[in-house]
């Protein structure tokens, strides 16, 4: 990204000092004590990332001999154009973007100015808060609790949280970061549903390696790709369910869906339709459902099809050499389970053989 570029909002604003600001924290083992983090530090280094429809948390950081705003690459995949802004109100005015190599964690440099200290370390058993600021506005709160789990990436802490906190900071007692937060999103069988799972992680900030794409061509080649990839999962999988749920229902959705899709929903409504209509036995004794049934066959390979070919344009995506590590293995996450969700359909189909229509 160039600073030529006049899609990001400008502004000529300082951000807030606040990494030199005093460390405020509770007594330790207080019963129900939460740390206080100083205001004016963190409404001077909180962020919103203000998107085409949405907003995204992010946070200012020193790192490098250079301030940036740090969040989740998912996040702002799939956007060229955003604007940022402190919880303070000053406006941030990005000059580059550099992505994690192989943790979830973009960085946006915004020029010369203060910010949180990254933390060198974290281990299981330490004190951290995650900074709460997911709902719009300027107020912002503390989750604590304790490290566990730590790898040489990720760490989990005690302390609740959703995917509305991704990008949100996670500090110390010295009031450094330590970890970003981000979420893991996977579907997977459960009884005669494909449901939704994730995982709330914690991504170290520390030990990480970054390359710097040109991030519009690289959210068009990939960005975006990854975030129509994600559309479509929660659409075909929602679809799938209520089709799953009753096989004699029409399938309705207000989504803006492929043409193979529609043309799936459309052979299937008109399936329920001649559901609807008397079938008399032909002469030769014949199974008069025998058309319904191939019907229903009909919906599982369509199914099955839409899957396995979006499967293999994501695999495709996963073999690009330009992409950094982590995109690739969020391509190919992706593809697997397509491929498990399509054998998932082909046991289904297998297990309503015999449907009584």
Same mark, same amino acid.
């Given at each position: ?11 000529? /604003? ?66 060229? #154009?955003? +604007? ?16 994690? /190599?192989? #943790? ?38 503390? #989750? ?15 302390? /609740? ?11 110390? +007692? ?184």
């Amino acid at each position: 990204m160039h600073s030529s570029r006049r899609y990001f909002t400008c502004a000529a /604003t300082a951000l807030l000092a606040g990494a030199s600001a005093p460390r405020v924290w509770a007594e330790p083992g207080a019963a129900g004590a939460s740390p206080v983090l100083p205001k004016d530090l963190m409404e001077g280094s909180l962020v919103r990332i203000n998107l085409d429809n949405s907003s995204a948390c992010g946070f200012v950081a020193k790192m490098d001999g250079a301030t940036y705003v740090l969040t989740n690459t998912r996040l702002i995949s799939g956007h060229s #154009r955003f +604007t940022i802004s402190t919880l303070a109100g000053a406006e941030l005015r990005p000059t580059g973007i550099e992505l994690s /190599t192989t #943790r979830d964690i973009a960085r946006i440099r915004v020029g010369s100015g203060s910010g949180l200290d990254i933390a060198a370390n974290v281990a299981d058993g330490d004190s951290v808060v995650l900074v709460d600021f997911a709902k719009p506005g300027t107020t912002f709160s503390a #989750r604590g609790g304790t490290v566990e789990n730590t790898n040489d990436e990720r760490f989990d802490i005690t302390a /609740t949280f959703g995917k509305e906190h991704g990008g949100s900071p996670v500090v110390n +007692t010295a009031t450094k970061v330590c970890g970003i937060a981000a979420n893991i999103d996977y579907f997977k069988a459960e009884g005669n549903s494909w449901v939704s799972t994730e995982r709330h992680v914690n991504y170290r900030i520390a030990g990480t390696s970054w390359f710097a794409p040109n991030w519009r061509q690289y959210d068009k080649q990939f960005g975006r790709p990854l975030r129509d990839a994600d559309e479509f999962r929660q659409i075909i999988y929602g679809l799938a369910n209520q089709w799953m749920g009753d096989l004699k229902s029409p399938i309705e959705t207000d989504a803006d869906v492929d043409l193979d899709v529609q043309r799936w929903i459309k052979q299937h409504n008109g399936m329920v339709t001649n559901l609807g209509k008397k079938r008399k036995r032909n002469k030769g004794g014949g199974d008069p459902l025998a058309p319904i049934r191939k019907d229903f066959s009909d919906s599982c390979n369509a199914l099955v099809d839409i899957c396995t070919s979006k499967a293999k344009t994501l695999a495709f995506f996963g073999e690009q050499a330009n992409a950094s590590p982590f995109t690739v293995n969020q391509f190919k996450m992706r593809a697997r389970e397509l491929v498990q969700f399509a054998k998932f359909v082909r046991a289904f189909e297998k297990k309503n053989e015999y449907y009584r229509w």
